[in-house]
């Protein structure tokens, strides 16, 4: 272990991108996330409310064990070290869903699918079908911006062996939920990135009031399912909302050919082009 390494970032230190204060509320339980998420004011506080989550036990002591020991490579760097918000279009057209944030990814960097092999796939082929400002992410305040898109998680923290509990996922369920209540007026299209995604974001959408099949569809790559959008968010839809499965670009996909750049853009111009 590095001596002096900070185990996270204290809100309002400064660091590009941090929607949090030092008077932020802090969950710490599953009751506190209940809680903060259903009375978080807006989108932009609810998002702080997620940063600053201790509600997990042990993700909080992975993600701050990270954080101080570091990957070799990105020693001289300070990490995030703390929950990973949703981040993007305030009024998104398109809502981009995974599992978790990586270790030494969006752990390390503060942003959402930001600093691993996996980002580098997706915003390059956000950026090739339009949705991204650049082709590449690298660290909150690197000036990427999401263009009509917004991206969350299931879990905000990152989760030893990247599998986190079903505890776990059930304690970080209402962040995600209030978050797609709250886009749900503009959104037209879900993008699942992986099956853990798809089984995630389905009692979020619930939540949300969106009118959802059953049984519940399969998850697999292209797979496209119709939702009916909640009520708070008829008066401005034109059709059902679509939900799209993607593999998830991890290394293991992309390096066996499981998932290719065709494949993912494929994906995401007909998310971009549903209306």
Known sequence: ??????????????????????????????????????????????????????????????????????????????????????????????????????????????????????????????????????????????????IGARMAATVRCAPPDNKPTPLERTTCLPWLAREVELVAASVRCVVCLGGFAWQGVWPALKHAGYGLPRPRPKFGHGAEVELAPPPSARDGASGPVLMLGCYHPSQQNTFTGRVTEDMLDAVLTRARDHR
């Open 1 to 146: 272990m590095t001596p002096g390494n900070a185990p996270f970032v204290p809100p309002g230190s400064g660091w590009p991108e941090d929607p949090a204060t030092p008077g932020t509320p802090v969950a710490h339980g599953t009751g506190d996330v209940v809680e903060l998420a259903a009375k978080a004011p807006d989108l932009d506080g609810l998002c702080a409310r997620q940063s600053v989550c201790r509600a997990c036990d042990r993700l909080v002591e992975w993600r701050e064990k990270v954080a101080v020991q570091r990957r070799r490579a990105f020693a001289d760097e300070d990490y995030w070290g703390r929950p990973v918000a949703g981040w993007g279009d305030p009024e998104p057209r398109i809502l981009i869903v995974g599992l978790a944030p990586a270790a030494h990814g969006g752990n390390r960097t503060g942003r959402i699918f930001t600093g691993d092999r996996s980002g580098d796939w997706l915003f390059a082929s956000l950026h090739r079908v339009g949705l991204a400002a650049l082709p590449t992410s690298v660290h909150a305040g690197d000036g990427q911006r999401l």
